[in-house]
């Protein structure tokens, strides 16, 4: 049997888009199988690695947990529309310089919710970077250079 | 393949669900699409309740009681400034789920309907005498928290029915708090303790998350420790009295045995934490 798909209008990193998506599609499938935006990561498919992380209304969730019907004329950002975001670029220039890039797989994620942070948080302490990147689960670094390349951006950033 | 339907009005919802006898309602979906991604359930419609206006925001009502809309996300009740004194239990229990980017997706109706027994939101509704206004196909109705959780995983909730919003008696300026032990940031937690002191400061209100099916509350005991908290024996005599009602069970969490022992501690420090506030204040 063919799954049924349904057309939803959306925008997307700032252009309004219309796709087809299986019925009940996550966001996550619609952007990496039918729209081939491939920035968000399926890790768990669980809501737990945070590797598929992306904004909704400029708010960071789990793009496996969201159903692209929810984003129906809402506006959705994922990491390929952050160029030219001056925070976004501060931060991945201090994760790359700290080594908090291994195989890449958690970065994005780590990046969106990390952005988030330094939104409402403009100066963390090391604690409160650990906790507010607990939900970013990462195989390769051991997190200490990623919370090194959070507070360091955040230390910039507010010079 | 789902069918998602997207009803403005609680009528809608209702009579959808009705209609389709293997559809859910969708809140946040942080368990829900979690669930369904691993084929633990398979739902032929999702009924949303993300449109219907009635579901959202956290107002006040005339006699200053306050009612949160069943769509209210974890970062909004987290952030909620109307949750002080009495309530702040309620607020800190809601900045403790999970984690910034999950507190963002999941609602209270969401979390209350799903009545995970380590969910961080049940002992504090209990710990603040919640009561749940419910809608379904017979109509309206409520239901206080203590009446809710009948099981493990089984609730008061009939088929059909949606949760549409939680409402609290108004704060009154006394200390509050919950205090979460989970093995890493960010988990569910192995046990947790929500308390609030009484007005005049004589007595407190308890409840233990996640030994047992429910919040674990002893009114009677919460009664007998009235005027007595700077008793040791009558506090202990208290939490051996919530140990013998606790029913823990062994998970990746924790052992049963390790969760009983945690209870009178948990108790006891968050006790001291309070009237030590109260005594500051
Ligand atoms: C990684 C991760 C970590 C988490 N950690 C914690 C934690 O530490 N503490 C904690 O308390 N929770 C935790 N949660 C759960 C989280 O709080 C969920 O948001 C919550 O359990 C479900 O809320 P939801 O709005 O997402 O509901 P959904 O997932 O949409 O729905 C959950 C269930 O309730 C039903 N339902 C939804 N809304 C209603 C309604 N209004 N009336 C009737 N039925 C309804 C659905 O049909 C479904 O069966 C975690 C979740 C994830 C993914
Ligand atoms: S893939 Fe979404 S959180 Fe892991
Ligand atoms: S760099 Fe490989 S998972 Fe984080």
């Given at each position: 049997m063919m799954a049924k798909k349904v057309l939803h209008s959306l925008t997307l990193n700032g252009e309004e888009v219309e796709v087809a998506s299986v019925a009940g599609a996550t966001l996550l499938e619609t952007l990496r199988e039918d729209l081939r935006v491939l920035s968000s990561k399926r890790g768990c498919n669980q809501g737990v690695c945070g590797a598929c992380t992306v904004l909704l209304d400029g708010k960071p969730v789990r793009a496996c947990l969201t159903l692209t019907a929810r984003c129906e004329g809402h506006a959705v950002q994922t990491m390929e529309g952050m160029n030219g975001d001056h925070v976004m670029a501060t931060l991945q220039r201090h994760m790359v310089e700290s080594g908090g890039v291994q195989c890449g797989f958690c970065t994005g994620g780590v990046l969106i919710s990390a952005r988030e942070l330094l939104e409402s948080d403009p100066s963390p302490s090391r604690e409160t970077v650990k906790t507010a990147l607990s939900g970013n689960i990462c195989r390769c670094t051991g997190y200490r250079t990623i919370v090194d390349a959070v507070c360091g951006a955040a230390e910039e950033l507010s010079q | 393949m789902t069918e998602v339907f997207n009803p403005e009005t609680v009528e809608e919802a209702v009579a959808l669900l009705a209609q389709h006898g293997e559809a859910m309602p969708l809140s946040g979906g942080a368990t829900l699409i979690a669930m369904r991604n691993a084929a633990l359930v398979e739902p032929s419609h999702l009924i949303s309740l993300d449109r219907i206006p009635d579901l959202r925001g956290i107002s006040r009502d005339?006699?200053?009681?306050?009612?949160?809309?069943?769509?209210?996300?974890?970062?909004?009740?987290?952030?909620?400034?109307?949750?002080?004194?009495?309530?702040?239990?309620?607020?800190?229990?809601?900045?403790?789920?999970?984690?910034?980017?999950?507190?963002?997706?999941?609602?209270?109706?969401?979390?209350?309907?799903?009545?995970?027994?380590a969910a961080d939101y049940l002992p504090a509704l209990s710990c603040c005498d919640?009561?749940?206004?419910?809608?379904?196909?017979?109509?309206?109705?409520?239901?206080?928290?203590?009446?809710?959780?009948?099981?493990?995983?089984?609730t008061a909730l009939e088929e059909g029915e949606i949760i549409t919003a939680i409402t609290l008696p108004a704060p009154v300026e006394v200390s509050s708090t919950y205090r979460k032990i989970a093995r890493v940031s960010g988990d569910y937690a192995t046990a947790s303790c929500a308390m609030a002191l009484d007005p005049d400061g004589q007595g407190l209100r308890v409840a233990i998350g996640a030994c047992g099916p429910g919040p674990l509350r002893d009114r009677a005991g919460e009664k007998a420790l009235r005027g007595k908290l700077d008793d040791p024996s009558a506090v202990s005599e208290f939490t051996s009295r919530l140990v013998a009602l606790a029913d823990p069970v062994d998970d990746v969490r924790g052992s049963a045995e390790y969760r009983l022992r945690l209870i009178p501690r948990l108790v006891t420090s968050v006790l001291s934490e309070l009237t030590t506030q109260k005594e500051m204040a």
């Open positions: - | 005339d006699g200053g009681g306050i009612r949160i809309g069943a769509m209210t996300r974890h970062f909004e009740t987290a952030a909620c400034v109307e949750l002080t004194g009495s309530l702040q239990v309620l607020r800190r229990a809601a900045g403790m789920i999970a984690n910034r980017v999950v507190r963002n997706m999941g609602t209270m109706g969401g979390s209350v309907a799903n009545a995970d027994p919640a009561v749940l206004e419910i809608a379904g196909p017979d109509g309206r109705r409520t239901l206080s928290i203590h009446d809710y959780i009948e099981d493990w995983y089984e």
